[in-house]
C-alpha cells in the first residue's frame, strides 16, 4: 500500500514562508494529479492546490498568489511554497493524489502554525 510522508511544517510568524514536502513511497497511476490539502482545528478537511504532471495548477481563493505548488522530478514527490502567511493559514497539511489515493489512503500531516 501506497504511504505518504508529509515533512516541512512548523511554526512561523504572520509574514514568514514554509515549504512544505510531500513523498509518496511509490508512484501510481492515481498520482496524475497531485494536491495538498488541510484541516484547521474544528474545521473539515480542504484542497487547496493541486497540480498535474505536466504543471497546470489550480488554487482554492484562499491561498492564490500566495501559495506555489509543484511537482518533483519523480511523479511521487510534490511540493508547496507558502508565502505570506496569515495566522488563519494554521492547520495540519496533507498531501494525496486528487481525487484522493482509494482506500482513505492519508499521511500523517505535518504541523504549520503561523503565530500573528
Known amino acids: 500500500q501506497v504511504q505518504l510522508v508529509e515533512s516541512g511544517g512548523g511554526l512561523v510568524h504572520a509574514g514568514e514562508s514554509l515549504r512544505l514536502t510531500c513523498v509518496a513511497t511509490?508512484?501510481?497511476?492515481?498520482?496524475?494529479?497531485m494536491a495538498w490539502y488541510r484541516q484547521a482545528p474544528g474545521k473539515q478537511r480542504e484542497r487547496i492546490a493541486a497540480?498535474?504532471?505536466?504543471?497546470?495548477?489550480d488554487y482554492a481563493g484562499s491561498v492564490k498568489g500566495r501559495f506555489t505548488i509543484t511537482r518533483g522530478s519523480t511523479l511521487n514527490t510534490a511540493y508547496l511554497q507558502m508565502n505570506s502567511l496569515k495566522p488563519e493559514d494554521t492547520a495540519i497539511y496533507y498531501c494525496?493524489?486528487?481525487?484522493?489515493?482509494?482506500?482513505?489512503?492519508w499521511g500523517q500531516g505535518t504541523q504549520v502554525t503561523v503565530a500573528s
Open positions: 497540480v498535474t504532471m505536466s504543471g497546470a495548477t
Open positions: 511509490r508512484a501510481t497511476v492515481d498520482m496524475f494529479r
Open positions: 494525496n493524489s486528487d481525487p484522493e489515493l482509494p482506500g482513505g489512503t
